[in-house]
């Protein structure tokens, strides 16, 4: 699956609680960003769902000095300043819907650099 954004309508029909099923069926699990088990140097997949569109992105660490750092859903889809289009810490209420068995190492400074 292509790694980006999802439009989730087919004539004006919103297939999301598909796309749903079908991200359970490859091990994804609804989560806040909060709740996500990942450490510094460690992302894991992700998925947005909302609003009839699915967003990927990834669940990670974000440093912002080397005493401060911060858990986020950044998605890959990029603003035009470059950040994430798609941002939710760790007070959203949001789910995000990750697979645990995706985890990758990274790098600390760097998490989302590899996409």
Known sequence: MKRGRHD??????????????????????????????????????AFL???????????????????????????VVRNAKGDWEIQLGTGSREPVHVQPGGRMATDPDRPSSLG
């Open 8 to 45: 989730l309508h087919v004539d004006a029909e919103d297939l999301s609680p598909l796309f749903l099923a079908a991200l359970r069926l490859e091990g994804f699990e609804a989560a806040r960003v909060r709740d996500v088990e990942v450490g510094p140097g460690e992302r894991v997949p």
């Open 49 to 75: 769902v909302r609003d009839g569109r699915a967003d990927f992105g990834w669940v990670f660490w974000e440093k912002s000095t080397p005493e401060r750092s911060r858990k986020l859903f950044g998605s």
